[in-house]
């Protein structure tokens, strides 16, 4: 008996000494959150639309596409650009001059006019309105913006060589409205717009085209040579091979030159290219 009641003393005296001491202990079993190693302040995020994004990978696809007449892959790049940027002035222009190339001139005229109203001397968008300008016959306002890009300081060679093609171009067009003797007296000048073009910027496909269209289509007296033609547009088809007008022009110049095999390679060529070619329509509806 006296075994037993001493048991339940020692159980009563554990039990009382667990709850005294429990909040001593307790603390010590709880998990304590990590210390932080370094005491510097926490950097917090910018949101995703106040971050700066570097589209230069991007443009330097897209540019280097659209020189090359690659324009369905040139497209998907620019598209990507605008997706993370939508009011980036460079990938705005390059989506008016795919536009542009595509004859959908109003769209693109929409773009190129949007840019120029923040950016007033954006040299690419003033040389691709001065071609749907030049498209429209409206010579004069064409060459107006072409003045206005050559009066740029720090112009590069290649947007030089661009100017110079197209006033090149617009001369030719004027003179193929007015006539033999219009030609006459358009004819060195053209050429030597075309020749400036090319010294400007010589791995420029539209130079190129531009001389070698000239010696296509000029009268004899005032320097047509289809030989010469075909050499230019050969030159410029190895540098563009998908540059549809480039394609049209030599297989206009082989159908002149009387080679049918080079001119039906070339044609079908521009046709798969591009099917609705203002040249090649011109060609279909010369046959």
């Known amino acids: 008996m006296k075994k037993l009641i001493a ?9 009382a000494a667990f709850l005294f001491f429990r909040p001593a202990v307790c603390p010590l079993l709880r998990p304590q959150p990590a210390l ?7 950097r917090k995020e910018l949101p995703a639309a106040s971050r700066p994004v570097d589209l230069s990978a991007y443009r330097d696809n897209f540019l280097n596409l659209l020189k090359l007449r690659k324009d369905s892959a ?3 790049e620019i598209e990507r650009a605008l997706f993370l940027d939508p009011d980036d002035a460079t990938a705005l222009w390059a989506k008016a001059e795919v536009l542009r190339r595509g004859y ?4 693109s005229g929409k773009l190129l006019n949007l840019v120029l109203s923040k950016y007033p001397g954006h040299t690419s968008c003033l040389i691709s309105l001065s071609y749907i300008r030049y498209h429209d016959s409206r010579f004069e306002e064409a060459l107006s ?3 206005q890009v050559l009066s740029q300081p720090d112009l590069s060679r290649e947007n030089k060589g661009l100017s110079y093609m197209l006033i090149g171009s617009i001369n030719a067009k004027k003179a193929s ?3 033999f003797f219009s030609k006459i007296a358009y004819g060195t000048r053209i050429r ?5 073009a090319k010294r400007l910027a010589p791995d420029l496909s539209e130079a190129y085209l531009g001389l070698g269209t000239f010696y296509l289509l000029a009268p004899r007296i005032v320097g047509g040579d289809i030989d010469k033609a075909i050499g230019e547009l050969e030159t410029a088809v190895k540098l563009t091979p998908e540059f549809a007008t480039v394609n049209a022009r030599l297989a206009q110049a082989y159908k002149k030159k009387g ?3 080079k001119y039906n390679f070339y044609f079908q060529r521009a046709k798969e290219l591009d099917p609705d070619n203002e040249v090649l329509r011109e060609l279909e509806a010369s046959k």
Request: aromatic share 10%.
């Open 7 to 15: 048991l339940l003393f020692l159980l009563i005296g554990l039990t």
């Open 36 to 42: 932080r190693q370094d005491r510097q302040p926490v």
């Open 74 to 76: 040139a497209l998907k």
């Open 104 to 107: 959908r001139f109003a769209e």
């Open 145 to 147: 913006l072409l003045k």
């Open 177 to 179: 409205l007015g006539g």
């Open 192 to 196: 030597g717009y075309f020749e400036k």
């Open 259 to 261: 080679d049918s095999g």
